[in-house]
């Protein structure tokens, strides 16, 4: 990367001015070893949810909220976000960020469990948006249920979805790698979605479920 592309970057990430519901929420996430989204993928979220007037929404990876804070931010009053988390100590700390930005609890629910075993549960072509943000390993199962859950016209958005900037270097042949690499063709070449990466943060791979099949 050029210099200047470098500084762009870190000019882009250290834009956002977040507030103190939002910093605190980055200390718990630490204090709990969580890695939250960065300020710029925090501020996309914001921008895309506020985009795409969703009313429903799944997040899987709650971690202590600074996504589902983001993501809410942009959601209208009536819209509701559902988050799965498999550590509790996290969805507490979520719940407790959700209620310091002044969320009601109507508007969230905390799902405790297994992505893999909660996601089955919930409704076909039911979601306006899907926001992926846990373990590497259950990407591809994670990714098949998004496209499943969504309504068409409705958008994934992967977080990570360069692996810590290591997709990119093909000498890289680490196992979350490869599968990121593998999620990524999976979802270029899906016959019912359009996709673009954002280079924000490790990357924001954006896909939107077309109605019809088009390729
Ligand atoms: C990177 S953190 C999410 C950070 C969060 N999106 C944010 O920006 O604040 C990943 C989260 O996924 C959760 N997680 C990991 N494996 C999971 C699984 N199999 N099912 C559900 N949640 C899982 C972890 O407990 C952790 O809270």
């Not at 971690?63 to 959601?75: N, P, T, Y």
């Not at 992926?132 to 390993?137: F, G, N």
Request: hydrophobic share 40%; with cysteine.
């Amino acid at each position: 990367m050029s210099a200047d592309k470098q500084s762009s970057w870190s000019y882009a990430e250290g834009l956002p001015d977040e507030d103190e519901v939002l910093l605190r929420a980055r200390d718990r996430s630490y204090e709990l070893g969580v890695t939250p989204v960065s300020t710029g993928v925090a501020a996309a979220l914001t921008v895309l949810a506020a985009t795409s007037k969703a009313q429903t929404v799944v997040e899987i990876g709650a971690g202590a909220g600074v996504s589902g804070v983001c993501i809410l931010r942009g959601l209208g009053p009536q819209s509701v976000l559902t988050t799965i988390d498999s550590d509790v100590d996290h969805l507490r700390a979520a719940r407790e960020a959700y209620a310091e930005a002044g969320v009601p609890g109507n508007r969230t629910r905390t799902i405790s469990g297994r992505a893999a075993d909660v996601l089955p549960r919930l409704t076909d072509a039911a979601y306006d948006l899907v926001f992926i943000d846990a373990d590497k390993a259950g990407l591809p199962l994670y990714v098949n249920q998004a496209i499943r859950l969504l309504k068409p016209g409705g958008m994934l958005m992967l977080n990570d979805a360069m692996d810590q900037d290591r997709v990119a270097d093909p000498a890289i042949r680490e196992e979350s790698t490869n599968t990121l690499r593998q999620v990524g063709r999976t979802i270029r070449d899906h016959e019912q979605l359009v996709s673009a990466m954002l280079p924000t943060g490790h990357g924001l791979l954006l896909a939107v479920k077309m109605p019809a099949i088009r390729k």
